[in-house]
């Protein structure tokens, strides 16, 4: 929806919560983002029958049946498509795509790239656990080299995505990353994209606990999690454990923060027009998560697709008798008549 | 002076590279036959490739018309007259034309390479093999240029407007009136007044070359057709349809929402609605064909009526998503505009080989309602009666167009907006049934007893929050089931459902009841040129009985009865039999014949004749 203000909460949590048993396995992260997300909800300020959620295939796409909000589980891939037919017809709603790995990268990466290029007004939140559940563990597009599954027992040779370069190179307006475990700052993204207008890409790490256990456990240990993750403020400059970030050729690059002149410790700007900047933040971490930035990468205004669509829809049709214009239609250009 | 003879008929072929605006020549000459009050049908036919390279044999791109007097059903078989702009255009088409037939040849193209290019061994126009003919030479092309020598325009664009010429001599042939040419001229080059001046300057100087030279002794009258009384306007199938569409939205009240992503010959249909957003018509120029058909989906999610359009490949892409549809019971209209497959096949042909696929071509029991239209005005009446459909059963609906109908013209006499039918809905608004502890809620699969159809409750409606998806649901409440007996339920429940869509009863056309033995049952394109054989059969007295089946799925209820009051069923397809399949399966017992070829083009009503004649006579 176009304008979406988050307002002093009238409902609890648990209003969002729906009669469906959650039928996730013991332990996954799925619990946790789903309870983060019912815990956020009142924080929209809006009528439950206001807020759609539109999924696809695959263990994150269950997440609809589980919240009391209107909720549509659709076809392998697809979500972002189904979503973008809801969000321009209908501009008094908050859509929302839950969508994992493989749906949104593999099966369905073509509308996720044009969603976000078109700036479609949704909020995409990409469960990575980096590995196919519902199908029992297969390799993924963000599983690292060489991982072992039942469809690569020798080591997969895949070279994987990385979610948030992607959702740059699509001329994603909102791109942020943040963590199952982190309650807190899971729900600052969920806020800050759901204030943004037009698409929001959030990649959520999430653990897979039957297939791809402790994949982000680096990023959660206290004794390697500060050391490992980057909490992105913005107009702050960006430091973690003893390391700070600064600009090296064209990228950016990790330092000692004892090797470097303050004045060179990159500040954090999420509106900075050039997509380059977000993407060199992108590049400090790889599949090995030494370097995880976390928060809010880029948040740009560009105008929306849904808003394009309508207002041209809107200027045409404003005062139309459509009945009228009808006749007027089928009698225009040459016609004659028979007595 | 010439001399002015009357006609009842003609058919005219205008033959050229696909950069001489055959197309454009056609159209212009078909408007100007439409206003004058002829009946009319019209054939387009041109190469896949935008331009092919020029001069050769595969770059021939030609429009076909015939008009008469009387009513007519097809683009005729055979023309009488050519207009060919280059050796490739005569070479292309010489061998369709009426033996005695007319030819008009541009002479500038006939030059050694030109014909060489196209394998003439000698000059036909020289070396009296065109001595069946009545052929004028006429250097189109320098006449142009020297009739627009004092225009300020390049000689490339004087040369250019030699379609203007060649339309201005066939209509002043033919005594059709050039005004309604000038206005769309002045329109189309509003931009490029000089442009549009000379191409009128053209026109004028085909017409008159023609009245002052003595080369034509004769021209030709062919006085208006006795239609029923009423307005009427020329229009194409893919036109109609897109306005059908546009109807149907007024019809119901509903937002139209097209999801399509370009393909051949389904693209005019997404040009035509983009135009028409005054009516609250929202086009979606999707990214791919899955994508079309997930955004109608969606909006149809959110209460619009949701729309996509594409031809066979596209359909085979859009597969899954029509499945899901099925399984939501949400309306979708899902337009197919047939063309020669498999794969690209021959994308600017037609066929009508997507019949099993629209019936069967999904995962899962997935029946949907398929309706296709018979003839290019008749795509109007049919979206109105999927729109129908779909909304009153909440279910996908498919429309077999095919290419021939897409691009085909003929006169169509326009209804009154008072006559739209009342295809409104009533969205759910409050809780329908009771939980276990007696509190209201909202069950959406409590469906209709008569239709079975089940509510629509779109997002934004207070209290009616609920969750759907492509997992099997329970019965009423919709929850995520995964019980043996539910899921059998459920299968022939939505089976039930489009057994049950209320069709029209066939109407088979049989003046002398009882005499004839012979039933040709068709579908789709293939109305117009079944019609010409049958009415050729009847004036020779070989008594035919006739029907069209404009729904598919369901057939009408009195299919059966009718099929069995006749010995034997002869079903013309442009297919290898699909038809002829569902009907040995749906009505076993009845002898069915099929006619079957797939070359691109319609059926002739002469080889129709033929074959159902040899049918008869075999008895």
Partial sequence: ?339 | MNTVRQLDRVVIRFAGDSGDGMQLTGDRFTAETAKLGNDLSTLPNYPAEIRAPAGTLPGVSSFQIHFADTDILTPGDQPEVLIAMNPAALKANLRDLKSGGTIVVNTDEFTKRNLTKVGYDANPLEDGSLEDYQVHAVPLASLTIEALKEFDVSKKDAERSKNMFALGLVSWMYSRPTEATEEFLRGKFKAKPQIAEANIAALKAGWNYGDTTEAFAVRFEIPPARLSAGTYRNITGNQALAWGITAAGVASGLPVFLGAYPITPASDILHELSKHKRFGVTTVQAEDEIAAVGAALGASWGGALGVTTSSGPGIALKSETISLAVSLELPLLVVDVQRAGPSTGLPTKTEQADLVMAMFGRHGEAPIAVLAPQSPSDCYDIMLEAARIALHYRTPVMVLSDGYIANGAEPWRLPGTDELPDIGVEFATEPNGVDKAGEPVFLPYQRDPETLARPWAVPGTPGLQHRIGGIEKADKTGDISYDPENHDFMVRTRAAKIAGVDVPDLEPDDPHAGEATTLVLGWGSTWGPIGAAVRGLREKGVPIARAHLRYLNPMPKNTAEVLARYDRVVVPEMNLGQLTMLLRNNFPGTDVVGYNKVRGLPFTSNELQDALEEVIKNG
């Fill in chain 1, 1 to 339: 929806m176009a304008d979406v203000k988050l307002d002093a909460p009238k409902l609890k949590a648990k209003d969002f919560k729906s009669s469906q048993e959650v039928r996730w396995c013991p332990g996954c992260g799925d619990y946790a983002i789903l309870a983060a997300v019912q815990s956020f909800l009142p924080e929209l300020g809006l009528e439950r029958e206001k807020i759609a959620f539109i999924s696809g295939i695959g263990c994150s796409s269950r997440f609809p049946y589980y919240l009391n909000t209107y909720g549509l589980h659709s076809i392998h891939g697809r979500a972002p498509a189904i979503a973008t037919g809801l969000a321009v017809s209908r501009p008094d709603l908050s859509v929302w795509v839950v969508t994992g790995d493989g749906d949104a990268l593999s099966i369905g990466g073509n509308h996720l790239i044009h969603a976000l290029r078109r700036n479609v007004n949704l909020k995409i939140l990409l469960f990575n656990n980096r590995i196919y559940g519902l199908t029992k563990g297969q390799y993924s597009p963000t599983s690292g080299p060489g991982t072992l599954t039942k469809s690569s027992p020798m080591g997969s040779v895949d070279s994987p995505f990385n979610p948030l370069s992607l959702a740059l190179g699509s001329e994603a307006t909102f791109v942020a990353r943040t963590l199952d475990s982190d309650r807190a700052h899971l729900q600052e993204v969920l806020r800050a994209a759901a204030e943004h207008e037009g698409s929001a890409f959030v990649e959520i790490y999430q653990n897979c606990p039957i297939f791809n256990d402790g994949a982000f456990e680096v990023l959660k240990n206290p004794e390697t999690r500060d050391e490992s993750i980057i909490r992105l403020q913005d107009g702050e400059p960006i430091r973690f454990g003893d390391k700070v970030v600064v600009q090296s050729g064209y990228g950016l690059q990790v330092k000692d923060a004892s090797e470097v002149d303050e004045a060179d410790v990159v500040v954090h700007k999420a509106d900075v027009d050039d997509p380059a900047y977000a993407f060199a933040l992108s590049r400090l971490s790889g599949i090995a998560l030494d370097h995880t930035p976390i928060g809010v990468f880029r948040n740009v205004k560009r105008p929306t697709y849904d808003a394009g669509v309508r207002s041209q829809v809107d200027e045409a049709a404003t005062g139309v008798d459509r009945k009228e214009a009808l006749e007027r239609l089928l009698h225009s250009g040459d016609t004659w008549t028979v007595l």
